[in-house]
């Protein structure tokens, strides 16, 4: 702005300067041209007077320099030139200034050089006898003058261009100085020019404008942060050119990236050839889908082209992890697999041992040992259907109530019903520890106990002991049996799961005990944790 304010002071500058040049120059020749003229003519009238008296004597014996004389007769042909020969002259009749002369009695006129360099000024005078007499006098023209002087002119003009150059400076800075001093921050509060008073109310308008945008823009994108931030789901939001926007932690933990990376492209972080193959192909279809593993878990991406008028605006990547969900799609069908086969296995019994004694294959003698034989399997076949009876109930979420009651007393209900189970297993039953009342559900505490005493006695040692201790807010089941090998101990609390399938045929086992005692712990918010060697025995603990 400094350097347009500079230009519009200097160049009018200038351009004044040079008109005024032009304009006095021009002002000052046409004032001396007339006096010229003024001279000229009384000259002419004083040199016709005397010619009147004096004739041609007087005019050969007038010695002047200054001014051409020339005496013309009636036809035009000149009878005295005091600077050329008579003889050597044209006819003048028809010249401007004789013509008009003769006719009106005085005449002028003016002509110019080829070269326009020089001006002569005509003045003629009808006389008595009507003959004419004339006087010219020659002069510069105004450009000659200004030609002749261009050197003054230059300095001048250079004088003027350096004094405007510095006044301009000055005024300038000046003239700028207060607009540079205005705070923005507070255009209301600045003493400047009276003319930048509503442009100043405008801006503090705008302003208050800006902040309440910038206010409600910063509200959403914390809002947004806030929302990405605590998604279990991974969002990555790319430009149209693949690079990364921005990225939730979910995100972040899934591209094992900072936020450094923002700004970067896609594949410098990610090169797993199918999630780029999969960003390609959604650009054609739009959107696309894939599942892959990653960190020992397993994770579908969703991407999505966002495109307007068919031009693509960015790419938003969706990554879920539904490792449980694929787990409980796994165990769904080993579940539907081992019902299967456990329903199975009892009623072929059932169904061989009715079809041989209803063929009469079977001896009279031997038909009780069948029939001995269904009656064991449709036992089991109800202790099977019942554990899952519960398991479905459990799944269902159901919200029991609590209430207060006794753990020792619930425990010592548990052992008693196991009691003659254990002492055909030759097991012994110990109860430990004194009345501790505590607040929870019930049904699924006894389901709890009696799960872990049966487990205990089932997969124990022969003479072999279940030790069951009450403490303030929990129970430890502990017994002599065969124990759980490592590999194992994370598993034993899925359905059906058998460490030694073998063993638990023998024991006649469902393989949904430690299932139930899960769930129900799960359900009751407690805590459950196993300690086990092999051959040594297993110690169960549930913290309530």
Not at 173 to 197: A, F, G, H
Not at 225 to 238: D, P, R
Request: a neutral charge; aromatic letters at 6%.
């Amino acid at each position: 702005m400094t350097k347009r304010i500079f230009r519009a002071i200097c160049v009018p500058a200038m351009v004044v300067l040079v008109a005024s040049i032009v304009l006095i120059m021009g002002f000052l020749y046409e004032y001396f041209n007339s006096i010229r003229k003024s001279e000229l003519k009384t000259e002419l009238f004083l040199t016709a007077q005397a010619v009147e008296f004096g004739g041609i004597n007087y005019l050969e014996n007038l010695d002047i320099d200054n001014c051409r004389i020339t005496w013309i007769d009636v036809k035009g042909n000149v009878i005295f030139d005091n600077r050329t020969d008579n003889n050597n002259t044209e006819n003048h009749l028809e010249r401007e200034e004789v013509k008009t002369a003769m006719k009106d009695g005085y005449g002028e006129s003016e002509r110019y050089s080829s070269t326009l360099t020089e001006k002569t000024i005509y003045c003629a005078k009808k006389l008595s006898d009507n003959s004419v007499i004339r006087v010219s006098v020659s002069q510069s023209t105004i450009l000659t003058i200004l030609l002749g002087m261009i050197h003054p002119i230059t300095v001048v003009l250079i004088i003027s261009l350096i004094i405007s150059f510095i006044l301009a400076s000055r005024l300038s800075k000046r003239i700028i100085q207060p607009l540079n001093n205005i705070d923005l921050d507070n255009p209301l509060e600045n003493d400047t020019y009276e003319e930048l008073s509503e442009l100043l109310s405008r801006i503090a308008s705008q302003q208050k404008q800006i902040a309440n945008q910038k206010s409600e823009l910063l509200q959403k994108k914390n809002e947004f942060q806030a929302i990405t931030s605590n998604m279990n789901e991974g969002l990555i939001l790319l430009d149209k050119n693949k690079k990364i926007i921005s990225f939730n932690p979910s995100a972040k933990a899934f591209l094992i990236a900072d936020t450094q990376c923002i700004g970067k492209h896609f594949i410098e972080l990610e090169r797993n050839a199918d999630i780029l193959r999969a960003l390609q192909m959604s650009e054609k279809n739009n959107s696309s889908e894939l599942q892959i593993e990653r960190n020992s878990r397993t994770v579908q991406v969703n991407i999505s082209c966002i495109k307007n008028n068919n031009k693509i605006l960015g790419f938003v990547i969706l990554i879920f992890d539904i490792t449980e969900k694929v787990g409980a799609e796994r165990s769904r069908r080993e579940f539907t697999a081992n019902v299967s086969h456990e329903l199975k296995t009892p009623l072929q019994s059932i169904m061989g041992s009715a079809e041989l004694i209803e063929s009469g294959i079977v001896k009279q003698a031997d038909i009780p040992e069948f029939i001995g034989k269904i009656r064991k399997e449709s036992a089991r076949l109800v202790v099977l259907i019942d554990d899952i009876i519960r398991l479905s109930r459990l799944d269902e979420g159901t919200t029991l109530p609590k209430q207060k009651f006794d753990l020792y007393e619930l425990a010592s209900e548990c052992i008693s019903r196991l009691k003659i189970f254990s002492e055909e297993k030759n097991i012994i039953l110990n109860l430990h520890g004194k009345p501790t009342e505590i607040c929870s559900v019930r049904p699924l505490v006894s389901e709890i106990i009696y799960n872990l005493v049966d487990n205990a006695i089932r997969y124990n040692n022969k003479n072999g002991c279940v030790d069951v201790t009450i403490l303030e807010n929990k129970i430890v089941v502990k017994d002599t049996g065969i124990g759980i090998p490592k590999e194992h101990q994370e598993r034993v609390f899925e359905r059906f799961y058998r460490v030694d399938k073998s063993h638990s045929r023998q024991t006649g086992g469902t393989g949904l005990g430690l299932s139930i005692v899960k769930h129900a712990v799960e359900d009751i918010g407690a805590k459950i944790t196993l300690t086990s060697n092999v051959n040594k025995g297993t110690e169960i603990t549930v913290i309530f």
